[in-house]
């Protein structure tokens, strides 16, 4: 019995590894079609059926990814001891407390949001449009706003510190795709079970509680997925166009006016941030599999 | 009054008054705290700004709204796509999904900044893979969900009928997927058209909505970007709209009436 | 307290009963272009006069103007023009130092194109920043009877200079001491080695007539008018600073290594380069540092009332009113520097050579 | 007092429309408090949308339903009734105790007095092993005791059920049948029942409603009297086959009357 | 030649866990080509998971499967079989007759031979008028017609069916039962059914049989031999009553031991 349950766990794990070497492979994949384009494509670009749509394949458009790989390991700044990996690795966490908060406070808004519209038909009729409307303003009319409204607020001693505006521009993002996403969820429970809620007199909080938002999941996966990408996109757009020192962001639009002289540095910092986004759907997926642990699955005949 | 008429309003007049009463606050703040233009313009004066550059507006909107719709349609065709393929041959999807996700993660103007390193500054290409990526990762992630989301029995149903898996995804998968599509086309709408025109904002020609918005703001013409705004919000609104129309044209059945509508 | 005494020889930050706080905001990140205050915080000129200054970077989409126009800092960096529309706008702002006297923006092409003058630009691509920074194009190629509108394709640059390297534009729109030596620091693929200024072109709006004045100390009109600490903390902020910007001027090497370990992320010699540019823009000033002259200061608010850009609007509506900026600071600030013994007219000014390394290491 | 008046009542889905369906037509009937009164009927006339009437869970196109002296909906609210719908309607989120746990929660019950009401429902509908499963890993027929459980947890004073044991077997069937006669004879609950098995219906009841098919009519009411407690010598009782005899009659009787009007329908 | 050949299945659910469940051990049966078996047993003793088994929809934990002289998965595969399910699995978002098309399409009939077959099998469960309704427009009762129509739309050779006629009427039962006779009698159809029903087992039945609760095991095999055609003289058969007695005997003894072991187990 126990050694059935362990080779159960072992077959658990072996997909693990499978899964994390089947990354890696594809991680491997995409190199070596960005060197084999490199290789055949044409240095300046092409056109197929008129449109330019080859990319240019020179060392400073596409930098081999041996030089990106190698360019970790040199220092930042010739004189400095710091490896660029050391200081992309930083930011990276930097930006990722930032993400975080940011998907807290966006994942919690949105959700918010849906009850409320889902409650009130009134309110999403209402409420809705705007939402999408909001989405479309960019953080450019934003950021300044925020910034220097945050920066007047003062409760009980506490200080908005610059980097919450950053976090607040991560949720701003963030909280889009759930309030969609949940409200789409929390209306698709089965009228039945609605029947039987209303047979036991349940109130609509009750009726949430139990019955809309454990149907919701499903949904509100997939969004949370989603707003976890975002909150990492609006923190790291919130640190270059605040000005916010410290994250991955920020080493993003300071290498990039590097490009000109060292084309492959640039890179070190977006790969740094695709890792985060990485870090931050991971989250998501674990939680998902956690909450969706219980629920009935295809046999695997 | 026919109930026709009635269900018109009932649909219009709350984001009306809704939209008067937020329009209203915004504009006795700008006065009543004497907010400087600099700072926030009143909607009166952007309104004003709206009408008087109404060509200009209308003109960077159809360039940014090219943009944003060829992405939007060439992302939500690859993003189905894939997703089908994906639930068709699992293997893909630890090799493809992780992938989706990293490119996702990076921020829009970095990777058109490095995708106009590889293409050229003056093309519309990178704007528009830009926003072909963006839809396609919103897409990837609802659809795949709703084709896995699906009752085991009917699955099993299926099965017994020896139906070969590509039969299933058609019958089963892609039908129960349908309403998670839609979610993913409401948040791809507004989201393609930010997309079209945050990848403005670091080069490329200068004629849509994100570089006039960003060179009017450096200006302190705060009201004329906000008017470019508007026009943008326009942009997004309209494609928000289409997308929840064919929701209603596409959901066949009368599903929706399954489920409870408040009362 | 006796901190307002002018002629406070000492500079130990222990003769201070008071240390009053100060933030500066810059308009971009760390770079020699604002050596002089990194090199006043640094050699404790700041403190030298009971001033505890904190320099805060830009970002993308922060206006440093409209920042001290909020009250979120006391003192901003911005370029003239951008700083007036502002003032239009509301933003109660003066303009208390012109610390660049110059314009240091060029168009930067390569040979073969041939653009040796706004004339040439007719039918090219011309690259430029957007964000405010691109009224002198507009100007330049308003005064050579360019429409920018039809005659020229204008195109908005990326944060690097590849776009030139690559072809995709046909004239770069740089700043001296900047973009101009990264396209140096650059290698040319068909020679293997990095660039020199004989593979180019340039324009200079400044040598063009149609420059604007750059970077300029502003402070807050209101505090300045109602606020006599901060008005003398102005003028002791400004004093300190052009004693940074002296250092600068006299040890440029110490100074670019003031702004690499302050964290700037090009390399050294590029900020050696850097600094060695800037001080171009400020030395010799005439009538000292900081001084503003009349007619510069009408040169760009003029174009900036005349000069239409693409949307077919001006930068300033009106003349900027008398208020919008004033000497009465600097001057003070002058009679402190003059106190101290240090040079503030730079007469004998000579730049020195620096050469770019590749990548600007 | 009766625990149930009907008045009227009458039921059509999408009402004007081209596929309006009358589901029911004219029902009368009032039920007493205390009594146990089977619905039965043909498939599709309307049994399970008057018990939803009855619920409250559908308003009526027209008529009145009075539930202990208030309407329908007061009733509801004050959550008189407990209800086994047709269709087991489990939470898959919930394990099975969960589930039955729902209705208290709801009522707002702690979780030890909870947790032991549950137990002794899943006794005594004989799943305790599987108070920790899933409703997806339960058999067709599991899953309906659940939701009888679920059902009976809060004792309520009324009882409305569809078709509860319509997937037992044999033998788990009579034994549901007389532990449910035994609680509602116990409290005086009144129970509307609904079945397809003309001897459950006389078994179990004091009164066997039978239904006419589309639109749904009240066909014959059979009283079904039998002396005394029932309970496994009931099956055997002259009586009983007797009252089963006349409940089928009326039951061909509406069914031939349907199959030959299909009939002429073509 | 035997159409299923069932040689030492087990099979457990959660294996290794501690929540195993032992739902079948040790399962050995053969049936005839063009045979009518039906399985019976108290309810969670595994008729659902051997029938799934049977249709290669789970792969057993132990023992082999070889239907129509093949694997079970080569069979579904070459579509030899219909089956009908416990829950009736219909498509929300199709039409009554579109769900029934469905085996249809995936056998690549045209449009105008599936419609034609829609209709006619529409008629055979009564339904015709429901064409164009959508499944949650149905009642239980008819909800499960459609099931049946569609297991039998396809015409297959091997029919699996759970329980199909458990939400149904006496009358229409019968009428289903009829039909379903009729059918294989024509095509030579065999079939497994499942039922809780014992006279409908003996009715349709060569051979009966009754299951032990879990872990689930072949218990008895009642051989039912009523000769001659099968008809409504069939139910009023003195052999027919023998039949019925042996198996609930046959299920009261399994049963038994079952109550009988749960008190044990407490
Ligand atoms: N939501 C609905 N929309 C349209 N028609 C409906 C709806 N619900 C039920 N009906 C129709 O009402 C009629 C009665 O349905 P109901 O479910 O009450 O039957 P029933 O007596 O419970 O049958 P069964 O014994 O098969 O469960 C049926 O013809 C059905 O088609
Ligand atoms: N997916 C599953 N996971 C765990 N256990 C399961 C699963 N499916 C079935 N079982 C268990 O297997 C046993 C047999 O179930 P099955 O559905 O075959 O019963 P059945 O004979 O059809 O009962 P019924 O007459 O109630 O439908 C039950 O105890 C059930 O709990
Ligand atoms: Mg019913
Ligand atoms: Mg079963």
């Known amino acids: 019995m126990t050694t059935v349950a362990t080779i159960k766990k072992n077959r658990e794990t072996v997909r693990r590894v499978r899964r994390a070497i089947l990354f890696v492979v594809s991680l491997l994949f995409v190199a070596v079609a960005w060197e084999l384009y490199k290789a055949v494509g044409p240095e300046a670009g092409g056109k197929i059926f008129g449109w330019k749509l080859l990319p240019r394949s020179n060392n400073n458009a596409m930098p081999h990814v041996w030089d990106m790989l190698m360019r970790y390991n040199r220092p930042e700044l010739r004189g400095s001891d710091r490896k660029i990996w050391s200081v992309v690795l930083a930011g990276a966490w930097f930006s990722f407390r930032l993400a975080l908060v940011g998907f807290a406070i966006g994942s919690t808004l949105g959700l918010g949001l849906s009850i409320l519209m889902a409650r009130f038909k009134i309110a999403e009729r209402g409420i809705l449009p705007y939402l999408v409307v909001s989405q479309t303003v960019p953080l450019i009319a934003l950021a300044p706003l925020v910034v220097s409204w945050g920066g007047k607020l003062h409760i009980a001693g506490w200080t908005w510190p610059r980097w919450m505006s950053a976090a607040v521009l991560g949720a701003f993002l963030a909280f889009f795709p759930v309030a969609v996403g949940a409200l789409k969820g929390l209306t698709s429970a089965p009228l039945a079970s609605h029947e039987l809620m209303d047979s036991y007199a349940a109130s609509w909080w009750q009726t949430l509680r139990k019955l809309r938002f454990p149907a919701a999941i499903p949904f509100i996966v997939p969004s949370l997925k989603l707003a976890a990408s975002a909150s990492v996109i609006g923190v790291v757009v919130a640190e270059i166009s605040t000005g916010l020192k410290g994250g991955i962001g920020r080493l993003i639009i300071e290498y990039a006016r590097e490009a000109t002289g060292d084309p492959a540095k640039v890179f070190t910092a977006v790969f740094g941030a695709a890792a985060l986004g990485l870090a931050m759907s991971g989250l998501v997926t674990l939680a998902d599999i956690y909450m969706m642990r219980n629920r009935p699955k295809e046999a695997s005949a | ?263 | ?361 | ?266």
């Open chain 4, 1 to 266: 007092m009766s625990a149930i008046e009907i008045t009227n009542i009458s039921q059509a889905f999408n009402l004007g429309m081209s596929n309006q369906v009358d589901a029911l037509t004219d029902i009368n009937l009032s039920i007493a408090s205390g009594e146990f009164v089977s619905l039965i009927g043909p498939s599709g006339c309307g049994k399970s949308t008057l018990l939803r009437l009855i619920a409250n869970l559908l308003v009526p196109t027209s008529g009145a339903i009075v539930v202990n002296g208030k309407s329908a909906k007061q009733a509801r609210l004050d959550q008189d009734y407990g209800m086994a719908f047709q269709q087991s309607g489990l939470f898959e989120w919930r394990t099975v105790a969960k589930n039955i746990e729902l209705p208290l929660e709801l009522k707002g019950w702690d979780k030890t007095r909870r947790q032991a009401r549950a137990t002794e429902m899943l006794e005594l509908v004989k799943l305790s092993d599987f108070a920790n499963h899933f409703p997806w890993q339960l058999s067709g027929g599991m899953q309906q005791r659940v939701a009888i459980a679920r059902a009976l947890a809060v004792h309520p004073s009324l009882l409305l059920m569809d078709e509860p044991f319509g997937a037992l077997d044999e033998m788990t069937r009579e034994h549901m049948q007389s532990e449910l006669l035994s609680i509602c004879r116990a409290s005086g609950t009144t129970v509307v029942f609904v079945t397809h098995s003309i001897p459950e219906a006389v078994y179990l009841s004091n009164r066997v409603v039978v239904m006419s098919p589309r639109p749904g009519r009240v066909a014959e009411i059979v009283d079904v009297s039998i002396e005394g407690e029932r309970n496994d010598a009931t099956r055997d009782n002259a009586v009983f086959f007797q009252r089963i005899t006349a409940v089928r009659e009326a039951l061909r009787g509406v069914e031939m009357s349907d199959h030959v009007r299909g009939i002429e329908d073509r």
């Open chain 3, 1 to 361: 307290g006796g901190s307002d005494s002018p002629s406070t020889e000492s500079s130990a930050p222990a003769a201070c009963e008071t240390t009053t706080s100060v933030k500066l905001q810059l308009q971009w990140f760390t770079q020699a272009q604002f050596a002089g205050y990194f090199a006043a915080v640094d050699q404790g000129f700041y403190a030298a006069q009971c001033l505890d200054v904190s320099i805060l970077e830009g970002g993308v989409d922060i206006v440093p103007q409209q920042q001290l126009a909020d009250g979120a800092v006391d003192f901003a960096l911005s370029w003239v023009p951008k700083a007036l529309a502002s003032r239009e706008a509301g933003a109660n702002i003066v303009d208390i130092a012109q610390i660049f006297q110059r314009s240091g923006t060029l168009q930067v092409s390569f040979k073969d194109k041939g653009i040796t003058s706004p004339a040439d630009f007719a039918g090219k691509n011309i690259g430029n920043w957007g964000y405010g920074n691109e009224f002198e194009i507009f100007a330049a190629l308003t005064k050579a009877g360019l429409d920018p509108a039809a005659d020229v394709t204008l195109v908005q640059q990326s944060f690097d200079m590849a776009a030139l390297l690559a072809g995709d534009i046909d004239a770069a729109e740089a700043m001296t001491y900047n973009e101009y030596a990264q396209v140096l620091e650059a290698i040319d693929p068909a020679t293997g080695k990095q660039y020199t200024a004989d593979d180019f072109n340039v324009v200079s709006y400044e040598d063009e007539g149609v420059g604007m004045l750059q970077d300029a100390i502003w402070a807050s009109g209101e505090r300045l008018a109602s606020d006599a600490v901060y008005k003398d903390t102005a003028t002791k902020f400004v004093a300190a600073s052009i004693q940074g910007w002296a250092f600068c001027r006299d040890d440029p090497q110490a100074c670019a290594d003031i702004v690499v370990s302050k964290g700037s992320k090009l390399g050294a010699s590029h900020q050696l380069w850097q600094i060695n540019e800037v001080n171009k823009l400020i030395w010799p000033a005439a009538g000292g540092a900081g001084m503003i002259d009349a007619d510069a200061w009408d040169r760009t608010a003029k174009l900036a009332q005349e000069t239409k850009n693409l949307e077919g609007s001006t930068v300033l509506t009106a003349a900027p009113d008398a208020e919008a900026y004033t000497n009465e600071i600097v001057t003070a600030a002058l009679a402190i520097l003059d106190g101290l013994d240090v040079d503030t007219k730079g007469s004998s000014f000579a730049p020195i050579d620096v050469t770019l390394n590749e990548g600007g290491a």
């Open chain 2, 1 to 263: 009054m026919s109930s026709r008429s009635l269900s018109v309003i009932r649909s219009v007049l709350p984001p009306a008054v809704f939209g008067v009463a937020f329009i209203a606050a915004w504009e006795l703040v700008v006065k009543g705290f004497n907010l400087k233009p600099y700072f926030l313009a009143p909607p009166s004066k952007i309104w004003q700004k709206f009408t008087e550059n109404i060509d200009l507006i209308w003109g960077a909107a159809k360039v940014s709204g090219t943009n944003a719709l060829i992405g939007l349609l060439l992302g939500a065709f690859l993003g189905m796509v894939m997703s089908f393929a994906l639930s068709r041959f699992k293997f893909l999807n630890n090799l493809i999904t992780p992938l989706a996700i990293a490119l996702n993660a990076v921020p829009i103007f970095v990777l058109v900044a490095v995708l106009n390193n590889m293409f050229a500054i003056t093309s519309e290409v990178p704007r528009r893979i830009m926003v072909t990526l963006v839809v396609y990762f919103i897409v990837l992630v609802n659809v795949a969900k709703g084709l896995t989301q699906v009752i085991p029995t009917h699955v099993e149903m299926m099965k017994s009928y020896a139906a070969s898996d590509t039969q299933i995804l058609c019958k089963v998968r892609i039908p129960n997927a349908v309403p998670y599509l839609f979610t993913a086309l409401k948040i791809s709408a507004p989201a393609s058209v930010i997309t079209a025109f945050v990848s403005e904002y670091f080069g490329g020609s200068q004629n849509g909505l994100g570089s006039r918005i960003t060179s009017n703001i450096a200006n302190s013409k705060n009201a004329v970007a906000w008017a470019y705004v508007l026009g943008a919000c326009l942009l997004g609104l309209s494609f928000y709209m289409v997308s929840s129309l064919l929701e209603g044209v596409a959901t066949p059945g009368g599903r929706a009436k399954r489920t409870r509508e408040d009362r």
